[in-house]
C-alpha cells in the first residue's frame, strides 16, 4: 500500500524491527532506523508522497490528533502492533492539559529531531526529602474509544537524573518503562520523526503530574482526512524550508 517512498519505508522498519529481539538491540535499532527516515531529504520523499494521498489516509488520520502533551501527532505509517511511524510538531508554549507530565510509554520509542530542538529530562521514582513530589496516575485508553483515561494511584516523588538538548539531526532511543519529559525548547515550531515498535506493548502507562489533579478521562479527537493531508502539505513546507 502507497508509493515507492513508503514502501521502502515499510521495507525497512520490517526487515529491521521485525521478529525477537532483545530490548537494548530494539531501542539501538529502533534509533538508527528513525535516523536514517529523518534525514531530510528522504523523509520529504515520504511525506510529499503521503500528502498526495498515497499510503493509508484514512487509517492514518483515524489515528492523528493534537496530543495532550502539547504537539501535532500525525500517523505516517501504521505497521500494526510491530512498529508506529509518527511525525510530531511541537509547538512553543503549546498551553497543552499535560504538557508538564513525567511519563513512560507502552513499548520502546526512537525519535529524531529534523527541525528545532528539544529539551528532555529523565526521572526515576525516588524518596528523597529534595525529590519532586507528585501524584501519580495510570493511564490507558478506553474500551470503546481511544481516549486516555487516568486512575490516580496516589502520591509519588521523583529524583531527576538526567538534562539534556537535542538539537536537529540529533536522535535519542528510550526503553518503554523510562520516565521523561520533552518539550520544545525554541521559540518556533520543532519537527521530529518519532517510532514506537515493539509487539509485547504494556496495557498502560504511567503519568506524574505535579501540576495539580488531573481528570479522569482525556478525549482525542482525530483529524478529518481533508484536515490530515493539509498537516502533511504542511510539514512538507517545513522541510522544503530546511
Not at 40 to 67: K, N, V
Not at 71 to 91: C, E, S, T
Not at 98 to 127: C, F, K, Q, T
Request: overall charge negative.
Amino acid at each position: 500500500m502507497g508509493g515507492r517512498h513508503v514502501l521502502a519505508a515499510r521495507r525497512l522498519l520490517a526487515e529491521s524491527l521485525d521478529g525477537e529481539l532483545p530490548e537494548h538491540d530494539r531501542v539501538a535499532t529502533a534509533r538508527r532506523v528513525v535516523a536514517e527516515l529523518g534525514a531530510p531529504d528522504r523523509l520529504l520523499e515520504l511525506i510529499a508522497e503521503l500528502a498526495s494521498g498515497d499510503g493509508d489516509p484514512e487509517g492514518c488520520a483515524r489515528l492523528s490528533y493534537r496530543h495532550v502533551l502539547g504537539f501535532d501527532k500525525l500517523l505516517l505509517i501504521d505497521g500494526g502492533p510491530r512498529q508506529m511511524l509518527r511525525a510530531h510538531v511541537w509547538h512553543p508554549g503549546a498551553g497543552a492539559i499535560g504538557e508538564e507530565d513525567i511519563h513512560n510509554h507502552r513499548s520502546p520509542l526512537a525519535s529524531y529531531v529534523v527541525r528545532g530542538r528539544l529539551a528532555m529530562e529523565l526521572y526515576e521514582v525516588g524518596d528523597g526529602v529534595g525529590d519532586l513530589a507528585a501524584a501519580r496516575y495510570e493511564e490507558s485508553l478506553a474500551k470503546r474509544s481511544a481516549d486516555w483515561v487516568l486512575r490516580p494511584t496516589g502520591p509519588a516523588r521523583l529524583r531527576l537524573t538526567h538534562v539534556g538538548q537535542y538539537a536537529a539531526g540529533s536522535s535519542y532511543a528510550l526503553p518503554a518503562h523510562t520516565l521523561h519529559r520533552a518539550w520544545c525548547d525554541t521559540d518556533v515550531p520543532t519537527v521530529t520523526l518519532f517510532l514506537e515498535t515493539g509487539a509485547e506493548r504494556r496495557d498502560h502507562t504511567d503519568v506524574f503530574t505535579a501540576a495539580g489533579p488531573h481528570p479522569g478521562a482525556v478525549a482525542k479527537v482525530p483529524l478529518p482526512v481533508g484536515d490530515y493531508l493539509d498537516a502533511l502539505r504542511g510539514l512538507a513546507e517545513r522541510l522544503r524550508a530546511l
